[in-house]
Each structure stands twice: as C-alpha cells, then as structure tokens.
C-alpha cells in the first residue's frame, strides 16, 4: 500500500501545513511510494490513526513514528538489480549485470531471485539465509566452480527450483543438495564422475528434461569421458562400490602395515633381550666360584 495512510494522521495545525497541497488535503512526504504487504499496511494505518496531541513535542514525536511507518525497511533493491512484481510476489532480476558475488543487499521478501548470466564463481555458506521466501533461483550461466555444503542453508524448505546449469561445476558436496526439495537442473557442467554425483542423481529432484545433459567430463575410467552419467549408471558402473573396493584395499594395506611393524618389534625385543642375557651369563661365568674360593682359603692356612 502506498503512504498515502499518512494523510490519515491527525497532525497538529503547525505540523499539518509543510505537507498541504492545493486541495487542502495532507500530502505524504517524497519517497513514499513503497508497496506493502497486507499485515504491514493494516499495522501502518493502525499506527497513523493514533490522536496526536496538540502539544508541540508530543506531536514532533508522533509525527516522527507515522513517518517512519513510511520507510521501506528492509526492502530496498540492489542498485546493480531490478525489483518487480510476479503473481503478485516480489522479484529480484539481476541478470547480466556483471556480477563476480552474490550481492547483500537482497530484499528479505524475494520470492523469485534471477542471478543467471554473470561472472559468479563462487556461493558461500549461509549466502541465502536471510531470504526465507524464496521459491525459484537461477543461478544458471555463471562461472560457479565452488559450492559451500551450507550454501542453501535457510531457503531448503521453502525453495521449489534451483538452476545451477551452464557453470563449471566440476563436484559438489552431496549435503549442499540432498537437504533441499526444490527441483535441480545440473546440465552443461564439467562433472566429475565419482559416488557424490551418484548419490546427487539417485537422491535428489533432478529436472527430467535436463537429466540427460549431466555428462562425464573427466571419470575414473576414460571409457566413461564424454557419456551422460545416466547412460553410464544404466550400464551397471557404480562408483560408490569401486570407492569402496579401494577403501578396502586402503584399509587391508594399513593393517598390513601396522601387522609388519608389530612382527619386526617383537623380533627386535626378543634379539636385544638374548643378547643381554648372554652378556650376563658371560659375566657370571667369569666370576670365580665359591668352591675355589674355599680350597684356596684352606691351601693357605
């Protein structure tokens, strides 16, 4: 709603006339003209029509609330962006605007939010947080090539499409995704085939039309470069069962390990021990003996 509630403020005669027009009637001050929501304008038209005193600070101050009531909090546009409306929800469009970062200053009450077409390379945690209505994200042709694991932190509820395509995404943590119930599109990226993109695939709401363009660029075996993940999935690969032969091998190599090195200090204790066992026998040998050491007392007596 617009401010013109202001003229519903009851202004005290000094204060009603910087704001008169021609009609007579109060006009409201430049820059109001912000739209709200429902439960904003109705909490702004309670506040206004508050009896202001005729005391002159009294009034100062009640005149200074009914304006702030005015300010649109909260709801500025990025300067690099435009803001909208779309089915009667806001919508922040900053495509092509040669952005290398997410911008702050998005409005909290974004519901669509177009980010498509610049020089991103990067979406860091919590980088949406602060927009819990928001339903569709585009993302899409950027130079993305990092994804934080808390990156949608604070919109997976709520959020219905993210478009992540046409970016150079090579892998992403499968906790950045998994969380979320919007419906992904991942094409025209340089994945790297491995468990977490498998997992993406089996778990998450990939977009069907654009399931068939997320494709190899680099893999664990070269007959998988250049294939649709899909296909290669369909062929009976599973990269999570190849990650965990290896863990496996990794794991029998560390015991291996740890069981050599036990062998060679058992060894090494039973060796140094012989040898000071030996050492000590050698000594008590060269030790005259007590039957000697009698026949040689008796001799000299």
């Not at 990794?250 to 060796?271: E, L, N, P, S």
Request: hydrophobic share 40%.
């Amino acid at each position: 709603m617009p401010c013109h509630i202001l003229s519903t403020c009851r202004f005290p005669p000094a204060m009603r006339e910087p704001w008169q027009g021609h009609s007579g009637a109060a006009l409201p001050p430049r820059g109001c003209g912000s739209r709200r929501g429902a439960a904003g304008s109705h909490a702004e038209l309670a506040g206004c029509k508050m009896s202001l005193s005729t005391t002159p600070a009294a009034g100062v101050a009640q005149a200074f609330f009914c304006l702030l009531l005015c300010v649109p909090w909260g709801s500025s546009c990025p300067p690099s962006c435009q803001c909208t409306e779309r089915a009667g929800a806001k919508a922040v469009l900053c495509s092509s605007r040669h952005l290398e970062e997410i911008p702050k200053d998005i409005p909290r009450d974004a519901v669509f939010l177009k980010l498509d077409a610049n020089s991103i390379t990067r979406i860091p945690s919590n980088a949406f947080r602060h927009l819990s209505h928001l339903e569709e994200l585009d993302l899409s042709r950027n130079a993305i090539e990092k994804i934080d694991r808390a990156a949608f932190k604070g919109v997976a509820a709520g959020l219905r499409t993210l478009d992540l395509s046409s970016n150079r995404i090579r892998s992403i943590p499968k906790e950045a995704l998994l969380a979320l119930n919007a419906k992904l599109r991942l094409a025209n990226n340089p994945w790297h085939c491995e468990c977490a993109l498998q997992e993406v695939l089996w778990e998450a709401r990939l977009d069907p039309d654009s399931v068939q363009d997320i494709t190899c660029h680099t893999a664990p075996r070269q007959e998988y470069v250049g294939k649709p993940l899909l296909q290669v999935l369909d062929a009976g690969v599973n990269f999570c069962s190849v990650r965990q032969r290896t863990t496996d091998v990794a794991m029998f190599i560390t015991m291996f390990g740890w069981f050599a090195m036990v062998i060679v200090y058992v060894i090494c204790y039973v060796r140094h021990n012989r040898d000071d066992t030996c050492k000590h026998v050698d000594y008590l040998k060269s030790l005259p003996s007590p039957q000697g050491h009698a026949e040689t007392t008796s001799t000299a007596l």
